[in-house]
């Protein structure tokens, strides 16, 4: 700790000094026997910030993994998320306080990274069943572990959306957050009821993917209607048709004649509550309906 922490106080203290000087005193030298402001000052702040930066990032991540490595192997990989996720809120803040371009492109690569380390990293640790669409592992600390990993990982691309979204040059990223971080969830939900029914309930499984799948689609809809969004809609529309393929698709073969049933009919109720929002909520994004008698 301290062979990295003494380095990181003296980048962070040099920083500080470089972009707040001292006030003049009476010992104070000449401005005009001393360098002028153009001699490097700002870049050398801005020099010694990113330094700063950076080796508390890599000591946060390899804290985390050494420590949690011991006390919790199964938490070592995920751990790291959270320096992930802290360096993700420094570029926001830095976003929000200069209004400059560059913490919003790093913010994205930030971004990129840590989703490719979650789909590529700890979903294989995990051991992700690409036959069932589950987790081998379904116990309850391993659970949470996974529910932390994903959760600051949403919270993040969340917070993006919902800063960058109304800023013109930082709008993609935030769209791109905001996308990434519905698909995100999805997924979540998807591999959990699916590890949660393939221990519990084996011949439901199917059926209960479905349900999910068709309620997802229904909330996005909703929202998607009730604010006016059609990317949310189409979005809830499309998985719709996909639940509609599986259910004919699928199902139908996999599925016990009781859980059929039920599937059919809580898939029937949740298609039906979709239409009756979507011509309830059509002026909308239609326009203004033309009265009876008129064109």
């Not at 492109?105 to 930030?110: E, S």
Request: aromatic content about 12%; charged content about 15%.
């Amino acid at each position: 700790m301290f062979e990295l922490g003494v380095p990181l106080a003296a980048l962070g203290g040099a920083w500080q000094l470089l972009r707040r000087p001292p006030a003049k005193s009476g010992l104070a030298i000449d401005r005009s026997c001393d360098f002028g402001p153009d001699a490097g000052q700002p870049l050398a702040a801005t020099i010694a910030a990113t330094v700063t930066v950076a080796l508390l990032f890599i000591y946060a991540q390899l804290e985390l993994q050494h420590t949690c490595g011991f006390c919790c192997p199964v938490l070592a990989t995920p751990a790291m998320t959270i320096a992930w996720f802290g360096l993700g809120l420094f570029f926001l803040a830095c976003a929000r306080s200069r209004g400059a371009l560059w913490p919003v492109v790093l913010f994205g690569v930030l971004g990129f990274l840590m989703l490719g380390k979650l789909l590529a990293v700890d979903l294989t640790d995990w051991h992700v069943s690409a036959e069932l669409w589950a987790f081998g592992d379904g116990t309850a600390g391993l659970t949470l572990i996974r529910l932390l990993d994903f959760a600051l990982c949403l919270g993040l691309f969340a917070l993006a959306f919902k800063q960058f979204r109304r800023e013109e040059f930082a709008r993609p990223i935030g769209l791109g957050a905001g996308i990434a971080a519905l698909a995100l969830l999805f997924l979540y939900l998807t591999l959990e009821l699916s590890t949660a029914l393939a221990h519990f309930l084996p011949a439901a499984r199917v059926g209960g993917i479905t349900i999910l799948w068709a309620a997802y689609a229904l909330t996005l809809l909703l929202f998607g209607l009730q604010r006016n969004v059609r990317g949310l809609r189409y979005a809830g529309l499309a998985i719709f048709a996909v639940v509609v393929w599986k259910v004919f698709f699928s199902d139908l073969a996999s599925l016990d004649a009781f859980y059929r049933i039920i599937a059919f009919i809580a898939l029937g109720v949740i298609l039906l509550g979709a239409s009756l929002v979507y011509l309830r909520f059509r002026r909308r994004f239609q326009g203004v309906l033309p009265k009876d008698g008129q064109p």
